[in-house]
């Protein structure tokens, strides 16, 4: 990634798409500084970004904001969570994206209901996203969805140019032991990420 490659990213995909980097919050509230994406005008910024870590949600929860890079930045939410797992692990600048793009809807049962209904949306959005690895000049990516829909969706491509590992969402509250609880997220995120590249390494 240089910093050429950085800008057409930003201009082509800033909308819909960002990177896994956040300003630190100020200790008073976990949720602090969510929102601020200033750091991503400067110039050195994408000496952090690696395109070959890319992290994918089912599509926005809320309604669009110009602001280039401001997806999973918002204050609303359970991106703080997100935050506070990624801080100093090997996920930490990578990309951040949506499979389906345009789409803004805060429960994934209702966006899931309208993709079975269109067929055709969902090829529409994997051509689109297969495309934006490509600008992204992504090499040999691993790719971690964000709960069962957007990994399914993932999944259903064929071809792959890339390697397709599951999380749970951030915002996922099925287990006590991810609800609420910012420390068991980090350490699900630490874990898979030390399976799967021990499993890359094994099979290499």
Do not use: C
């Not at 204050?75 to 997100?82: D, P, R």
């Amino acid at each position: 990634m240089d910093y050429q490659k950085y800008l057409e990213i930003k201009e082509k995909y800033g909308k819909h798409a960002s990177w896994a980097i956040w300003s630190d919050g100020d200790g008073s509230a976990v949720k602090n500084n969510m929102d601020d994406v200033s750091f991503f005008n400067k110039k050195e910024i994408y000496k952090q970004l690696n395109p070959n870590i890319i992290m994918v949600g089912l599509n926005i929860s809320k309604t669009f904001d110009p602001t280039p890079f401001l997806n999973f930045h918002g204050i609303g939410g359970g991106a703080y969570k997100l935050r506070h797992a990624i801080k100093g692990t090997p996920y930490w600048g990578a990309y951040l994206t949506d499979i389906v793009k345009d789409f803004p809807e805060k429960e994934s049962n209702k966006v899931m209901s309208y993709l079975k209904k269109n067929p055709d949306i969902v090829d529409q959005n994997i051509v689109t996203f297969l495309q934006e690895i490509k600008d992204l000049g992504s090499e040999n990516p691993k790719i971690f969805a964000f709960g069962n829909d957007a990994y399914n969706i993932l999944d259903s491509i064929s071809n792959k140019n890339f390697s397709l590992y599951k999380l749970h969402h951030y915002t996922w509250t099925g287990s006590k032991i991810f609800s609420n609880n910012k420390e068991n997220y980090r350490k699900h995120l630490l874990e898979q990420y030390a399976i799967q590249d021990l499993s890359l390494n094994m099979s290499s």
